[in-house]
């Protein structure tokens, strides 16, 4: 009797054991399931992405006519679909971008932003998808500069630019370095291509213009500063970070991201 | 703020343009090296001037009790590096605004106190400061504790300052104004436009209560000759606020420019290229030279910042957070030290030569 009652016990217990450990797998499965969706919800509670760009910075984004189109626009959307909801725009001044943003009018700022270490508290970055730091251009065919050794180059730049302050402290250092000045930074690059110049020091932005601008000339470059454009979120929202992240480095490995900045620049 | 660095001997500066003039930032520098750092920079570049505000509510935070010991280290520290100083005065401390009110609101009810920290301050400073601004830019409802403008009561504030400072130091030179370049109509919410707003002082007497006025001017987009426009901001909206204290019969008095220049951040739309911020403002002094006999000063907003702001602002600084020169810092210390000026600032286009 008493042994009865104790094997029917020891198989209650047995059943309650498989029960309990299927109950913790069915919550587990459950959990991750509920994880992948609502992390999205979480992340934007409205159903769509919600991007503050500021219109006015081409070739990154522009506002015609009430079409906004750039680079910016183009990789917003492109996240969006990444993630697997719709993107909405909203066309916002450059200087209340972060207002916007922290003030939950919007999800991410998608507006060629230079990483403000200031943000910190507010603000996390994702990893950059452009660098506009000054590069050091020379024709192709030319030997390859040293930047540590350049005694008697001929350098041309944007007058009163940051090229120029930084030729400045370079120039100090390498007093036989000849210094270009141009009232505009094509004007370097043209001093370059025609053969005027060594080197020209500019913004990597404008050397992609004008690269393409003269798509026959062969042309050389390594970045000298560093300058990236990065997405913006609210540093509390872990979601809309992780899932932004995750969709720029997939365009990054996919070759999206390269094939929308030569679309762009 | 930190003791003041010792054993600093009087320099002198070296400058062919005296009316070269600087805004500083110094009230909220804390430490004394960098508020040393940058008069010496001033003088270097050839300035012998600076414009520094000198907040009410820094000074007496409590009713009746003035701390100096900041104001004073700031008027020293100009002293030993030989550069005159315009003060400019406002910020109200608690005490005397009404709650929920903010720094630029300041009661009818505290004029008189207003005017007496204006008097302790013209008369602890009478060997070292002669200017003295009063307010900044009441034409903005910002600046004026967000209230709707009003020049009568801006009027009323002057000539109670005016009073207690020639009490406290007979060669003061109380300057007005210091009014913000707008173009907005009477009634607007934001503010009215510097010509209305001057004109409104004339109409309600307050030229008997100001020697000089004090102007902002700045280019924005165009260059420093393109001709004024009521309609229109640019460096040369100066000549209507003259005009207007022409037709008053005022033409005695000197105008001081007390915040102008250009700005060079490529993110901001009212911004120049960085070359054309450069030449601007070396045509600018050179135009006021050699038209504006009526021009005391001219002071560039702004010689440094605290800190960059990481935004527009930071395109009107001479010299960034960190003490480094912008281009512009150069020549405009060429300009103000007579040193050969180059026949022109930059190489002609390639494709030209």
């Not at chain 1, 994880?35 to 992405?49: C, K, N, Q, V």
């Not at chain 1, 008697?152 to 940051?162: D, V």
């Not at chain 1, 995750?246 to 679309?263: F, I, N």
């Not at chain 2, 527009?312 to 912008?326: C, H, M, V, W």
Request: aromatic share 12%.
């Amino acid at each position: 009797m008493a042994a009865a009652a104790g094997r029917n016990l020891m198989r209650r217990r047995i059943f309650f054991l498989f029960a309990q450990a299927a109950l913790a797998v069915a919550l587990f499965v459950a959990t991750i399931l509920h994880s992948a969706i609502a992390d999205r919800e979480r992340a934007f509670p409205t159903g769509a992405i919600r991007i503050g760009v500021d219109a006015s910075y081409p070739p990154f984004a522009v506002d015609e006519d009430g079409a906004l189109r750039g680079l910016d626009i183009d990789l917003a959307a492109a996240i969006a679909r990444e993630i697997g909801m719709p993107a909405q725009f909203r066309n916002i001044g450059f200087y209340s971008l972060y207002d916007a943003l922290i003030s939950g009018e919007v999800d991410a700022l998608v507006s060629s932003l230079p990483i403000d270490a200031a943000r910190a508290d507010d603000v996390r970055y994702t990893s950059d998808y452009f660098n506009n730091g000054l590069v050091l251009v020379s024709a192709a065919d030319s030997p390859s500069l040293d930047i540590e050794n350049l005694a008697g180059q001929r350098i041309s730049f944007e007058y009163a630019s940051s090229a120029d302050s930084l030729l400045r402290g370079w120039s100090a250092s390498s007093s036989e370095l000849q210094r270009m000045p141009y009232e505009l930074p094509t004007y370097a690059l043209d001093a370059l291509r025609l053969g005027h110049a060594d080197a020209a020091l500019t913004d990597n932005l404008t050397y992609r213009f004008y690269q393409r601008q003269h798509s026959q000339w062969a042309s050389a470059s390594q970045f000298i500063t560093h300058d990236p454009y990065a997405i913006a979120v609210r540093r509390d929202n872990h979601d809309a970070w992780q899932l932004i992240e995750a969709a720029l480095g997939q365009l990054r490995a996919g070759g999206e991201l390269a094939r929308l900045s030569a679309l762009w620049i | 703020m930190q003791q003041e660095p010792l054993g600093l001997s009087q320099q002198f500066v070296q400058t062919q343009k005296p009316q070269v003039c600087v805004h500083t930032l110094l009230e909220n520098e804390v430490e004394a090296t960098k508020i040393l750092r940058s008069l010496e920079m001033t003088r270097e570049l050839g300035a012998g001037t600076i414009v520094q505000f000198f907040p009410w509510a820094y000074v007496e935070w409590q009713a009746g009790q003035y701390d100096w010991k900041r104001t004073d280290s700031i008027v020293r520290l100009a002293r030993l590096q030989g550069l005159h100083i315009i003060a400019r005065l406002g910020l109200v401390p608690g005490w005397a605004r009404n709650p929920g009110t903010t720094l630029t609101n300041l009661p009818d009810a505290a004029f008189a106190d207003f005017a007496e920290y204006a008097a302790a301050f013209a008369a602890r400073y009478a060997a070292d400061i002669q200017r003295i601004i009063i307010w900044n830019e009441p034409n903005l409802s910002a600046e004026w504790g967000f209230q709707p403008v009003d020049p009568a009561r801006y009027a009323r504030l002057l000539a109670v300052s005016y009073a207690r400072i020639k009490q406290a130091n007979p060669a003061a030179v109380v300057l007005a104004g210091a009014l913000a370049p707008t173009l907005e109509k009477p009634g607007s919410r934001v503010g009215l436009n510097e010509l209305d707003y001057v004109a409104a002082l004339y109409q309600l007497g307050a030229q008997e209560h100001f020697d000089a006025l004090a102007v902002h001017t700045y280019g924005f987009r165009a260059a420093p000759e393109v001709p004024p426009h009521p309609d229109q901001l640019n460096f040369r909206r100066v000549e209507l606020l003259r005009q207007v204290m022409v037709n008053n019969g005022d033409s005695h008095k000197p105008i001081t420019i007390t915040e102008t220049g250009w700005n060079d951040h490529a993110r901001w739309l009212h911004a120049v290229r960085p070359s054309q911020r450069a030449a601007y403002t070396l045509r600018a002094f050179q135009y006021a030279e050699a038209n504006w006999d009526w021009l005391a000063t001219m002071c560039i907003w702004a010689l440094r910042y605290p800190a960059d702001l990481r935004g527009y602002p930071d395109g009107y600084t001479l010299i960034n957070a960190e003490f480094l020169p912008k281009p512009v810092y150069f020549e405009l210390q060429a300009y103000a030290r007579g040193w050969a000026a180059q026949e022109s600032l930059w190489l002609r286009p390639p494709g030209e030569t």
